[in-house]
């Protein structure tokens, strides 16, 4: 087990996270950092009709990991 | 001096001496057990009734995949299985998540009670009410309000529920949850529900210590929630 931090971005507010949480395995990892999105989405929506949801995984040396990305796109075509 | 269980009691009916005489013969003997231990798994059959005196549990249910989700929050004074010998075996779980202490008495033992008190048993009754007004409202919580929104109203309703039974000190109250815990129990990721508390303890609006909740202005922390206590019917005593 190893210590991983969640930085999120949610378009209007970063957190930088400072407890971290113990996970194992590399899916661990993209999981957690994959099923935070849709929650953050979630709750701001929909504010706006373009807005980036962002999480970095960082590992105990300060090295990003990992990266996710959602991304909401919406227009009005008439 | 009056035990959590005829605190709660108390709230759906009014107790008199001789009820609250059988209610401290009922409350013999006390069994301590560690946290994170199971007092009842799904599936189990046993006739015994199970009662918190201290400490905190979790009804909980698991997935096929190993998510777990945390239906309820057993504090003293709550019934842990008030009807499985009516209903046969247990559709769920119920684990400590803090040392708690418990006593078990048979199911035969409670309907003798419930006979002759009438005032235990109309107390009994609201409990048994109450309970599921407050999983209403977690549904409404689950699937409808934000996770900030939500997890500020689960703590104003801990608040309320301590304060019931006379555990709210200096505004503040002790609930020994894990991250994963909480989460579990507003059925969002860890990651989030960090997020959250984090978002909490800055506005000022909630702090942590050492497993206690310290809310220094609850209609604040209410307002934000868009918390509405009548759903606890604590109106009636």
């Given at each position: ?34 099923s935070v999105l849709p929650e953050l989405a979630k ?27 959602l ?8 | ?237």
């Amino acid at each position: 087990m190893s210590l991983y931090f969640f930085d999120i971005d949610d378009g209007e507010v970063e957190t930088r996270d400072s407890t971290g949480q113990e996970l194992a395995r590399s899916e661990d990892i993209r999981w957690s950092a994959i099923s935070v999105l849709p929650e953050l989405a979630k709750d701001a929506l929909p504010d706006s009709d373009k807005r980036t949801f962002r999480v970095n995984v960082r590992d105990e040396a300060g090295t990003v990991v990992y990266r996710a990305t959602l991304t909401l796109v919406a227009e009005w075509l008439q | 001096m009056k035990n959590a269980t005829a605190k709660r009691l108390g709230h759906g009916a009014a107790l008199n001496r001789e009820d609250l005489a059988r209610l401290d013969r009922f409350l013999h003997p006390v069994r301590r057990v560690p946290a994170g231990t199971d007092l009842i798994q799904r599936g189990e059959t046993v006739s015994c009734v199970r009662l918190m005196i201290s400490g905190l549990s979790a009804r909980y249910k698991l997935l096929p995949d190993g998510r777990r989700s945390i239906m309820a929050l057993l504090l003293p004074g709550d019934f842990c299985d008030l009807h499985v010998g009516v209903l046969g075996h247990m559709d769920h779980s119920v684990m400590t998540l803090a040392e708690s202490e418990v006593v078990e008495t048979s199911q035969s033992d409670i309907d003798g009670m419930m006979g002759a008190f009438p005032n235990i048993a109309r107390g009994m009754r609201w409990i048994d009410m109450v309970d599921q007004s407050i999983t209403r409202e977690w549904l409404v919580s689950m699937g409808r309000r934000r996770a900030d929104r939500q997890m500020a109203h689960f703590f104003c309703e801990i608040y309320h529920r301590m304060d019931m039974i006379d555990e709210v000190g200096s505004n503040s109250f002790a609930l020994p949850m894990t991250q994963e815990e909480l989460a579990d129990t507003l059925g969002i990721t860890p990651v989030h529900a960090l997020r959250v508390l984090q978002s909490l303890r800055q506005s000022g609006m909630v702090q942590f210590q050492d497993g206690r909740i310290s809310i220094p202005k609850l209609d604040s922390l209410e307002t934000f929630a868009e918390f509405e206590g009548d759903y606890l019917h604590l109106g009636r005593s």
